[in-house]
């Protein structure tokens, strides 16, 4: 299995807190991802990394910041916890060579956050 | 934006039966890949497709990439309790920003 540690595994919050999700690698990929799962809609991609210091933006980022100042470390940021972000999630990690971009997702266990 | 829709959402079969599982997308992708996902685990790599047209087996799976690489199908045959699960499509964005756009998923059960 690969080495992909996310923490907290649950989290019980309240509306207007700020929550940070915390994914820590031993494998040395230069990609991670974070995604939530909500029923009905698969993964959505939030932020990912593809290098220290250098992140971007995914398909669901409004109410989320990363920061990955470290290799093995990719963490994520609500700066103030909504109901809507009440959800799983998943933090993923990749490493590509070459052109033919056919990198496996490895992915953690899951974090279930829960906002009151 | 890219969007991969998965049909069905839901299956419930019976040991034995065939099934099929449609992952379609209007955009083109590089490379598609599929997961299984079991209760309070991550997605695991099933499969990645990378050629239109292509098709794989892994053993009762077929996988096959759409010509224009914007589809892609996942046969079982002869489905065991085992494969119970929700199985998800993921598309490889054509922009070389490694990002990876997931389907909706379907959720499989095989009645034993």
């Known amino acids: 299995d690969a080495g992909i540690t996310q923490s907290p595994r649950h989290k019980v919050t309240e509306t207007g807190t700020p929550v940070t999700l915390r994914c820590h690698q031993t494998e040395n990929h230069r990609y991670m991802y974070w995604y939530r799962q909500d029923p009905g809609h698969g993964l959505r991609l939030i932020h990912y990394?593809?290098?220290?210091?250098?992140?971007d933006k995914g398909e669901v980022s409004d109410g989320y910041s990363v920061s990955r100042s470290k290799t093995e470390d990719f963490l994520l940021t609500l700066e103030s916890a909504t109901s809507s972000q009440t959800s799983v999630y998943f933090c993923a990690i990749s490493e590509s060579s070459g052109t033919a971009n056919t990198g496996e997702l490895f992915f953690g266990e899951g974090s279930r956050l829960t906002v009151l | 934006t890219q969007l991969l829709e998965q049909s069905p959402q839901f299956l419930s079969i019976q040991e034995g039966e065939n099934l099929t599982v449609y992952c379609n997308s209007s955009s083109v992708f590089s490379s598609l890949q599929w997961y299984r996902q079991e209760p309070g685990e991550g997605p695991v790599l099933l499969v990645t497709?990378?050629?239109?047209?292509e098709v794989k087996k892994l053993k009762r799976l077929t996988f096959q990439f759409g010509d224009a690489r914007k589809d892609s199908s996942l046969h079982i045959t002869a489905a065991q309790p085992g494969d119970t699960g929700l199985y998800l499509c993921?598309?490889?964005?054509?922009?070389?920003?490694?990002?990876?756009?997931f389907g909706t998923g379907t959720r499989l059960k095989v009645l034993a």
């Open positions: 497709v990378v050629t239109g047209g």
């Open positions: 993921a598309g490889q964005a054509t922009s070389g920003t490694y990002k990876y756009i």
């Open positions: 990394s593809y290098g220290v210091k250098d992140t």
